[in-house]
């Protein structure tokens, strides 16, 4: 069964970090490009963060640059996120997704508030 299942959300004050994960299951993890989105309460999902199959190429939005990376792992077939410096813009459901499968996660939220 193709999966992908993150974990790592939570509550954290501004200022603060956290560190999404994503594993997948059920596909060949290195044969696709994966991403992180996010959707935040009445605003459309928006696209954080792309990480090509082997890693080495990544593109992030320009609001998260410099604050949030995205990695992966191909041995333990995970994607990551990153988070420092939190806002409460960066408050949403965030999902990861395959392109190449076609797949997304069921999201884990995420809330900063003081």
């Known amino acids: 069964q193709v999966q992908l299942a993150e974990s790592g959300g939570g509550l954290v004050q501004p200022g603060g970090s956290l560190r999404l994960s994503c594993a997948a299951s059920?596909?060949?993890?290195?044969?696709?490009?994966m991403h992180w989105y996010r959707q935040a309460p009445g605003k459309e999902r928006e696209l954080v963060g792309w990480i090509s199959s082997s890693g080495s190429s990544t593109i992030h939005l320009d609001s998260v640059k410099g604050r949030f990376t995205i990695s992966r792992d191909n041995v333990k077939k995970a994607v990551y996120l990153e988070m420092n410096s939190l806002s409460p813009d960066d408050t949403a459901v965030y999902y990861c997704f395959s392109s190449g499968f076609g797949v997304w996660g069921q999201g884990t939220q995420v809330t900063v508030s003081s």
């Open positions: 059920g596909f060949t993890f290195t044969n696709s490009a």
